[in-house]
Nanobody, 110 residues
Framework: HVQLVQSGGGSVQAGGSLRLSCTVT?????MAWFRQRSGKEREEVAA???????NYADSVKGRFTISQDNAKNTVYLQKNSLKPEDTAMYYC?????????WGQGTQVTV
């Protein structure tokens, strides 16, 4: 049974940083972070595959970094230079393309 458990998030001032974590109960899955801003559709923010290749939405390139610690089965989203428009509920999801499994969601308020 695959579970994704998120941690991190909260409130931060514009220009600040936060890190989100997502721990998975299985090894080495291609994973991504999504967000849903108020009144908008859910969007993919960043993804990392099993080879460590990453992909980012244009809106977060250069500010957000997705990384994985395979030993801990954990994927991180480091968010720097946060803007008010980054305020959203953030979700991790897996596997890439199928998105069958989702974390519980974490609110980030800037």
């Amino acid at each position: 049974h695959v579970q994704l458990v998120q941690s991190g998030g909260g409130s931060v001032q514009a220009g600040g940083s936060l890190r989100l974590s997502c721990t998975v109960t299985v090894n080495s899955m291609c994973m991504a972070w999504f967000r849903q801003r108020s009144g908008k559709e859910r969007e993919e923010v960043a993804a990392v595959d099993n080879d460590g290749n990453t992909n980012y939405a244009d809106s977060v390139k250069g500010r957000f970094t997705i990384s994985q610690d395979n030993a801990k089965n954990t994927v991180y989203l480091q968010k720097n230079s946060l803007k008010p428009e980054d305020t959203a509920m953030y979700y991790c999801a897996a596997p890439c393309g199928g998105w069958e499994y989702w974390g519980q969601g974490t609110q980030v308020t800037v």
